[in-house]
């Protein structure tokens, strides 16, 4: 019983440090902020991640015919807003080589540059697939990987 309660707790810290956020459990400031922002939001999904060193709400959503992403911090404060990008054209051209050395073969899904709101940087969030299985991955502006999880 022991090692199984010992392995649960290594279970449990090996979680992800982010994680889909169901629509419900968005802090009540963050949903009254984008509600005040974008009266017509719709289709608001979260996730709970680190930017620049922020725990932060990472919010999709949809306001009229655009796609928007913003964070906000979990006092409900908007941090920054985020643009999907054009995965290989965009980022710098060491992400591509870390990538490869990271996975035989890829594909990336999506990629999004969170610009750093406090100074110089930016870091992109990633979706990748590979060998099918899909991976969330932190990437920051020089190109180095700096937080890789399997969805």
């Excluded at 710098?92 to 940087?121: C, H, Q, R, S, Y």
């Amino acid at each position: 019983m022991r090692k199984y309660l010992l392995n649960l707790g290594f279970l449990v810290l090996a979680m992800p440090a982010f994680a889909v956020v169901a629509k419900e459990a968005i802090p009540e400031k963050i949903m009254a902020r984008i509600h005040e922002q974008h009266p017509n939001a719709a289709d608001i999904e979260a996730e709970r991640k680190t930017h620049f060193g922020q725990t932060v709400y990472e919010i999709h959503f949809k306001d009229g015919e655009s796609d928007l992403i913003e964070l906000y911090r979990e006092n409900g404060h908007f941090y920054v807003s985020g643009e999907k990008i054009d995965a290989m054209n965009l980022m710098p051209e060491a992400v591509d080589a870390n990538l490869k050395a990271e996975f035989t073969t890829f594909e990336i899904k999506e990629a999004i540059l969170i610009v750093n709101p406090n100074g110089p940087g930016e870091e992109y969030d990633l979706t990748v697939v590979s060998n099918n299985q899909e991976w969330s991955l932190t990437i920051n502006g020089k190109g180095n990987i700096i937080k890789k999880e399997r969805n």
